[in-house]
């Protein structure tokens, strides 16, 4: 592999060496009493390359654009639109080892308990959820206002929302899989 691949592979560990620090520190200290300099110290880089990787100690906590879900979305042959995300949410876990599913998990749980992040998460959800809909768009072959895209959009969200609040209540359930599961319920037309 080129020096490219490298260099993007070493980008990726120290984004995740950071990210696992401050949250190893939000869950000791409290996301308040936590400083950037504190995450950068834990992390072994210098504040100035926190900021080259988070402009903000809340962007370290916020949910992100889910780059596995959007290029497993680009990635999906044609198909109806539960399809199409069902196996998109499948290919983007199978590229996650265990560990970073469960540090994704317990991501998702903690931005909403912070008052200041669930606002953060919320201010992003819009752009998020126009990107996904235009993926499924393309797709599925649906004009990207089609109402049916808005439903089953919404439809698999939910499910997954519940299903992530499940997990965080029981850490053995495998969020995951039930979430596959569901998702073939409602490609069915079970639900």
């Not at 044609?78 to 196996?87: H, I, M």
């Not at 797709?139 to 959009?153: E, T």
Request: hydrophobic share 45%; glycine share 6%.
């Amino acid at each position: 592999m080129g020096t490219g691949g490298l260099r993007e592979r070493k980008k990726a560990k120290t984004r995740a060496t950071i990210a696992r620090e401050a949250f190893r520190l939000f869950r000791e200290r409290g996301y308040h009493a936590t400083t950037v300099e504190d995450i950068a110290e834990a992390a072994e880089v210098s504040p100035a390359t926190f900021f080259r990787y988070f402009p903000t100690k809340e962007d370290v906590a916020v949910l992100d654009d889910f780059p596995p879900i959007m290029e497993a979305l680009a990635a999906q042959p044609p198909g109806e639109p539960v399809a199409v995300l069902r196996g998109a949410f499948r290919a983007a876990f199978a590229t996650q080892t265990p560990e970073e599913i469960a540090a994704g998990h317990a991501r998702e749980v903690f931005s909403a308990t912070v008052p200041e992040l669930v606002v953060a998460n919320l201010r992003r959800s819009p752009g998020m959820l126009k990107d996904m809909r235009r993926a499924v768009a393309e797709r599925s072959g649906l004009d990207v206002a089609d109402p049916r895209l808005r439903d089953v959009l919404g439809a698999v969200i939910g499910i997954m929302v519940l299903i992530w609040m499940e997990w965080s209540d029981d850490p053995e359930l495998d969020g995951p899989a039930e979430l596959d599961r569901a998702l073939a319920r409602l490609e069915s037309g079970e639900l």
